[in-house]
Nanobody
Framework: QVQLVESGGGSVETGASLRLSCAGS????????MGWFREAPGKTREGVAA???????SYLDSVKGRFTISRDNAKNTLYLQMNNLKPEDSGMYYC???????????????????WGQGTQVTVSS
């Protein structure tokens, strides 16, 4: 049974940094594509970043240069380093997992099967 548990969210001011973590269990972490989605009230859910099993990375245009996705396969953990945060980055952030190419998740052409419970990120101006 796939389980994804996020941590690291919080309330920060504009320009601050946060690091999200996601611990995966119940599946072969190294063989899965992993990603981060976010959802805010009144806004469309969007794929923020994804990293394939081969290490290929995709980012939403609005976070390029500010966010960095990475994975530690030895620890079955996914990370999202978020720098220079903006109020528009606020939302519930979800860790996701599935086979395939995360570029399709970010492009909103596919939806991963497995989701965590989410961690809230709030950025105040």
């Amino acid at each position: 049974q796939v389980q994804l548990v996020e941590s690291g969210g919080g309330s920060v001011e504009t320009g601050a940094s946060l690091r999200l973590s996601c611990a995966g269990s119940g599946y072969s972490f190294v063989t899965y594509c992993m990603g981060w989605f976010r959802e805010a009230p009144g806004k469309t859910r969007e794929g923020v970043a994804a990293i394939n099993s081969d290490g290929t990375i995709s980012y939403l245009d609005s976070v390029k240069g500010r966010f960095t996705i990475s994975r530690d396969n030895a620890k079955n953990t996914l990370y999202l380093q978020m720098n220079n945060l903006k109020p528009e980055d606020s939302g519930m952030y979800y860790c996701t997992a599935d086979y395939g190419n995360g570029a399709f998740w970010v492009a909103q052409r596919a939806v991963p099967r497995y989701w965590g419970q989410g961690t809230q990120v709030t950025v105040s101006s």
